[in-house]
């Protein structure tokens, strides 16, 4: 009975780290613009970080060590470097662009700035690093982010036509005035959200002060076969909702509060502060993970003390790390950036930083010296083969993307 509830924690972990303030944005924004018609972007996405997250699990199930702390050690200090530093930019970004939707959910909740909210935001993010027992977080936050369901609820509350739905979905190319420039370049925008790099390194590293060993492997398998997918029909259920409400008018979603609005209409002031919660459980929970991911990626490349099993005092650095950072995503977005601005360009600036994050892991997890009888079989490096191949092509696109369409604009 306690396996069965530690993997329904798990996978409610999964749910409400899955679904960050990038996977909000972008999907409302696609579907207001494209209706369902990059809904099988969704679908490749969390089948590659199935099968990366897997590997990543696997490997701190089996070797007992993080999956960064092997990078540095299996591929060199300069290979390492390089992928540390494209991982920790892009992680960075995305901590601000967390920071930024929190104070958003906290102004639309009450009237107040988000400016105002950002440092106490980031604050309450670090109490919480500082005080909170690694798996309370991770529970209490994740059981949180569960509420964001109420989007697959309004969704079927809107009254849509299914029959329309499901004929966009079928078919995939852009619409209206919408270029195939643009069609490529918010499907590159929905990989890199559904494939954020510091997913797979939270994940392993959670694994790691979880304790993983190889009789932990099917808790594993089940976080991340059944927490990513149904992170990812959350993500359907968002672009559902905004395609349902904002396409036919032609508005295009530019504001959290855009995003949060198709619930409002459906179940009116109850469903927005359900839909509030929600929306603040799930960019908390994801400010925590990339808070704590910026301290992983820099301690296990440095070799220094990290994690939350030891005391505060026996792991300075890594919590230095994390203030630091902390401390940068609130100067920045004290400079009046727009947080949904920087959120669409983590996302983008991800899709970049993939292949870095991934070839290494796809390696590793073939290296008997650490894998011993769990290394990949045929069919799995197959399909990391095949993920290597479109992270590459997406990586390579995404810079012309954003200059040819402006940014999607």
Not at 77 to 90: D, E, I, M, P, Y
């Amino acid at each position: 009975m306690k396996k069965v509830f530690a993997v329904t924690l798990g996978i409610l972990t999964a749910i409400g780290g899955f679904v960050d303030i990038g996977d909000l944005v972008t999907n409302a924004l696609v579907g207001a613009r494209f209706g369902m018609r990059l809904s099988w972007v969704v679908i490749v996405g969390v089948i590659g970080i199935c099968l990366y997250a897997d590997m990543s699990g696997r490997v701190v199930a089996v070797s007992g060590r993080p999956v960064f702390d092997l990078i540095r050690e299996r591929l060199g200090r300069r290979t390492g470097l390089v992928t540390l530093v494209a991982s920790f930019l892009v992680t960075l970004l995305t901590l601000i662009a967390e920071i930024g939707g929190v104070a958003l959910a906290f102004e639309l909740a009450s009237g107040v700035n988000y400016l105002l909210w950002a440092p106490l935001a980031a604050l309450a993010v670090w109490l919480v690093i500082w005080r909170v027992k690694f798996s309370k977080l991770e529970t209490v936050f994740g059981l949180m982010g569960l509420l964001l369901i109420i989007f697959a609820v309004a969704l079927w509350k809107l009254g849509p036509d299914w029959g329309q739905l499901v004929h966009q979905a079928a078919n995939p190319h852009p619409i209206g005035h919408e270029t195939w420039a643009t069609y490529a370049y918010y499907a590159i925008a929905l990989f890199g959200a559904a494939m954020t790099p510091y997913e797979v390194f939270f994940f392993s590293s959670g694994g790691v002060e979880e304790k993983w060993t190889k009789r932990d492997l099917s808790t594993e398998r089940s976080n991340v076969f059944i927490g990513f997918p149904l992170g990812g029909l959350l993500s359907l259920a968002i672009a559902g909702c905004a395609a349902v409400l904002y396409l036919p008018a032609g508005i295009h979603v530019e504001t959290l509060s855009q995003v949060t609005l198709p619930v409002a209409v459906a179940f009116g002031k109850l469903g927005l502060a359900v839909v509030l919660i929600g929306v603040f459980a799930a960019t908390f929970g994801a400010a925590l993970e990339t808070s704590l991911s910026c301290g992983y990626t820099i301690a296990q490349y440095f070799g220094w003390q990290w994690g939350k099993f030891v005391r505060p005092r026996q792991a300075s650095r890594f919590h230095l790390v994390m203030i630091i950072c902390l401390l940068l995503a609130i100067l920045t977005l004290m400079t009046m950036v727009d947080p949904v601005l920087v959120t669409e360009y983590s996302v983008v600036f991800a899709a970049m930083a993939l292949p870095l994050t991934y070839l290494p892991i796809l390696i590793i997890a073939n290296d008997p010296d650490y894998m011993r009888d769990q290394v990949n079989g045929r069919v799995r490096n197959f399909l990391g083969l095949i993920y290597l191949g479109l992270l590459l092509v997406a990586s390579i696109a995404a810079i012309p993307l954003m200059i040819i369409t402006k940014a999607g604009r």
